[in-house]
């Protein structure tokens, strides 16, 4: 690895100094203002969902409906929010607390589909769309079907 030459010319440096170079280099994090900023944000969006919740509870939704309205309203913000490229910018504050499930999820969905658009509708968007949600729903549907044959063998 020492001695392979770049395209350049240039050797790579020894491990040591690399590794020195990246520790330079990196930003340096302060955890609890990390961790404080994700409750925040995370928080946040979980806030939204269920003032969102009590308004159409109040608005005469029966509980099951207003749960629904409320992921299809998230779920909407969430990719209209990453594809104007919005929601980036709050995960950069946020970090893992906009990986609320919901919304995270339509993020990880919609921004690989944001990425593929110059590919085509079909062979790009169509198909960046399912490398992120075709485990999520294979494994999902294997562990309802799973739990659903234990459950009837409990019951």
Known sequence: MNGILHSQGAKEPPREVYSEMVARAS???NAAATCIKAFVIGG???LTGEILRQFLLRSGLPQDTAGTW???I???CSALLTGLG???KIAKHGGAGTLVPITGFANAVSSAAVEARTEGYITGVGTK???IAGP???YGTAASVL???LYLIAA
Do not use: A, K, Q
């Open 27 to 29: 930003r340096r994090t």
């Open 44 to 46: 946040g969006i979980c």
């Open 70 to 72: 409320v992921s299809v």
């Open 74 to 76: 998230l779920v909407f």
């Open 86 to 88: 919005v929601y980036e």
């Open 129 to 131: 769309i399912f490398t």
């Open 136 to 138: 999520v729903i294979l």
């Open 147 to 149: 739990y659903g044959i």
